[in-house]
């Protein structure tokens, strides 16, 4: 390009700028009619153009199903700040402010994911405020970093690799007994799964007693255990040093957030791992100020309004369940899981010999449906959740349910 005319384009750049910010060259607002093609690409079916099959969600918030749908002060505060920078790490040391005054914690950070903060956490009790350390992770040996991390064998399920990316080895108890003896100066942390509470012979109050008596820091993954509401602070409030949860499941917030919360030290200290960081293990744990945000407006929201929103799924799932209890053999069933996603549950099962259906059967006509529905199945019922529906459509999925039981 010649000299002449690459500075001729350079004249215009503001203006184009400007044109697509909403702005003139001067800073001034434009008509609306001048941002017509922001307006029009932020309307594109992008699933739709990409042939991506969307359907509604009554099974879970698991994320190989994208989690749950972010409401709209979430999107809000995503997209507001969206449009202007900030140093990340004062962002994050004001909004784990906030967030540790609501969840009773003296200090917390947000996170991308639960699997993140377990991960974090881990780094941070490892390495304590030494940041030549925390770049040796996961490389422990002659690191003068301790090397174990216990856990109960009932607790085995596949998050406890967070912790193993950090280089420890896991030692499995079952008896208080085993975890006494399991003990000792290569001891790092205790770590609980909350999920799997009932599956282990420690509960959590035996798991702390133990823990503080000889001075090892605690850890406990609550990922998916928001509601109850006050779960947001029991274990906080119980005595665990670091608490990890996911920000998408029924709180909402962006599926690839999270929070590490607890103690002041060892959350300064988790934080020496993570992003911004270039040289440590969490670098690739990056989260952004758009998720931060979102993320603490959802607690927030969550907070102030969880209590409503937990009748409003009851009268989804009543309106479901009453459009289908009248069909012969069919019963009804609302349960709520003790611990994990512990959200208003709708059983629906029938007697194969008056319906001749499988569960699976149903599942899939109606997956494969327009629009598709992603439920639960046994082998005579199905079973489905309306938390992360979109009001309304529990009138949909009613009455497809409805229609695929008439049929048979």
């Not at 979430?74 to 005054?101: F, P």
């Not at 947001?232 to 119980?238: Q, S």
């Not at 709180?251 to 929070?259: A, D, E, L, N, T």
Request: charged residues 25%; aromatic residues 6%; glycine residues 8%.
């Amino acid at each position: 390009m010649k000299r002449r005319d690459l500075l001729k384009g350079l004249t215009v750049l503001p203006l184009a700028g400007g044109i697509l910010s909403g702005q003139s060259a001067s800073g001034s607002i434009l008509p609306s009619g001048a941002s017509t093609a922001v307006a029009t690409a932020a309307k594109r079916d992008l699933f739709k153009e990409l042939g991506v099959r969307t359907f509604i969600n009554a099974r879970a918030t698991l994320t190989f199903m994208t989690g749950s749908l972010m409401q709209d002060e979430v999107l809000d505060a995503i997209k507001n700040s969206s449009r202007r920078y900030c140093m990340l790490d004062e962002l994050q040391d004001k909004v784990g402010a906030k967030i540790a005054e609501l969840c009773h914690a003296e200090a917390a950070t947000v996170t991308s994911g639960a699997f993140s903060a377990i991960m974090l956490g881990t780094a941070g009790v490892l390495s304590g405020m030494d940041a030549k350390k925390a770049a040796m992770i996961p490389h422990l040996e002659g690191s003068g970093m301790k090397t174990e991390v216990i856990l109960q064998k009932g607790h085995n399920i596949g998050y406890y690799q967070a912790m193993k990316n950090c280089g420890v080895t896991m030692v499995w108890v079952e008896t208080r007994e085993e975890l006494e003896r399991a003990i000792n100066d290569k001891t790092a942390m205790m770590a609980f799964m909350n999920c799997n509470t009932n599956s282990g012979q420690i509960k959590h109050q035996e798991w702390l007693e133990v823990a503080k008596r000889r001075n090892i820091p605690t850890l406990i993954d609550i990922a998916a255990d928001v509601p109850p509401i006050e779960n947001f602070w029991k274990f906080n409030d119980m005595g665990f040093d670091l608490v990890c949860l996911s920000g998408g499941k029924a709180i909402r917030g962006p599926q690839s957030s999270g929070v590490l919360m607890g103690k002041k030290d060892l959350i300064a200290a988790a934080r020496l791992s993570a992003s911004p960081r270039g040289s440590t293990i969490g670098r690739g744990h990056k989260v952004n100020k758009e998720e931060i945000l979102g993320l603490y407006v959802a607690i927030e929201k969550f907070i102030r309004t969880g209590d409503e929103e937990w009748k409003y799924w009851l009268k989804q799932i009543a309106h479901i369940e009453n459009a289908v209890k009248n069909i012969k053999s069919v019963k009804t069933r609302v349960f709520i899981p003790e611990i994990a996603n512990s959200t208003p549950n709708l059983e629906i099962s029938w007697d194969p010999a008056v319906l001749p259906l499988t569960g699976k059967q149903v599942q899939e006509r109606l997956s494969q449906g327009e629009p598709g529905i992603e439920l639960n199945s046994g082998k005579n019922n199905i079973s489905l959740v309306t938390f992360i529906m979109v009001p309304g459509e529990e009138k949909i999925v009613a009455a497809r349910i409805k229609q695929e039981l008439s049929k048979a």
